[in-house]
């Protein structure tokens, strides 16, 4: 069964330090999204992408935050300053057509010290 | 972007019980929804898409009413495996992005 694949499942980081989230969608999809979990809170949207470009981002992904697509199958987050705030889950999904079923990837665990 | 709220509870019930869970969301522009189940520190799983006529997948339950703008989803015949948190996703906004609500925790005791 095709899967999301994110890497690493677990990173720690020091306050101010650059972090790259890495995932692998499913292979035919068309639509990428970054979602972020603080322990015991809410699944919250961070930024859709299709296209080779950002589709919608919320308030949470400002200028900090960056997703690019730099071959058919990586899709990446970066953090380029990590605060003690960014300690979260973060999930990669994907899906195949517009308006349907998302698919989640494990998610990394982001830990800043 | 509009919100879609969820009883955090949580639902602590017996083996075999039935329990019923519900979600409201506000954008009445909404067009699919779905409910996942995310057990602790894992990724979001689809349980079932939710269809205006309902429907049906061996326990689980799910309806939707879009006069109300409520879904909702019932599990009969409780498994302590089915002790988790259940998230009510409806893709909202121009984008279609799914949204997540805060989830429902419930715990199946023996």
């Known amino acids: 069964e095709p899967e999301v694949t994110q890497t690493p499942s677990h990173q720690v980081t020091q306050m101010g330090q650059e972090v790259i989230l890495r995932c692998v969608p499913i292979?035919?999809?068309?639509?990428f999204y970054w979602y972020r979990q603080i322990l015991g809170q809410k699944v919250e949207f961070l930024v859709s992408?299709?296209?080779?470009?950002?589709?919608?981002k919320s308030e949470i992904f400002d200028d900090q935050f960056s997703v690019e697509r730099p071959d058919g199958s990586n899709f990446t987050l970066k953090i380029r300053s990590t605060k003690l705030e960014d300690s979260a889950m973060y999930f990669c999904?994907?899906?195949?057509?517009?308006?349907?079923?998302?698919?989640f990837g494990q998610g990394t665990r982001l830990t800043v010290v | 972007r509009k919100e879609v709220e969820q009883d955090p509870g949580p639902f602590n019930v017996p083996e075999g019980a039935t329990v019923a869970f519900n979600c409201t969301y506000s954008?009445?522009?909404?067009?699919?929804f779905f409910w996942y189940r995310q057990d602790c520190r894992k990724e979001p799983k689809l349980l079932m898409s939710?269809?205006?006529s309902g429907n049906e997948d061996g326990r689980f339950t799910a309806q939707l009413n879009r006069a109300s703008q409520y879904i909702s989803l019932l599990i009969r015949d409780s498994k302590l495996s089915d002790s988790a948190t259940y998230l009510c996703v409806v893709n909202s906004g121009g984008s279609y992005i799914p949204t997540f609500g805060r989830g429902t925790s419930l715990i199946v005791h023996p």
């Open positions: 939710v269809y205006s």
């Open positions: 954008n009445s522009a909404s067009q699919s």
């Open positions: 292979s035919n999809h068309l639509y």
């Open positions: 992408f299709y296209n080779n470009e950002i589709s919608e």
């Open positions: 999904a994907s899906m195949g057509q517009m308006n349907t079923e998302a698919f």
